[in-house]
């Protein structure tokens, strides 16, 4: 059985609002040139230039959100840059 976590609160309810503050950071930096690169094992996507990833992440559930939403494209395996405005 599962049990709830000391905060009482889910942790889908967690990860959304860790998301919902990173996500400005996240925009900010793909709009200057970032891609966002996901790390499988740790079910997260982070800002990435070239150099490795850095900063806030977001969840996969939320990656996969803003790709259905046409916010997010598909660019190569494991990376995601900001849609063309249309």
Avoid: C, Q
Wanted: hydrophobic share 35%; glycine share 10%.
């Amino acid at each position: 059985m599962r049990t709830a976590p000391d905060t009482g609160e889910s942790s889908a309810s967690i990860n959304r609002r860790a998301d919902d503050a990173a996500w400005p950071f996240v925009r900010a930096e793909l709009e200057s040139g970032a891609t966002l690169l996901r790390i499988p094992k740790l079910r997260r996507a982070y800002p990435d230039r070239g150099n490795g990833p850095y900063g806030r992440g977001l969840n996969d559930v939320r990656v996969r959100k803003l790709e259905r939403e046409g916010i997010l494209r598909h660019i190569g395996v494991d990376r995601y840059a900001l849609a063309a405005a249309p």
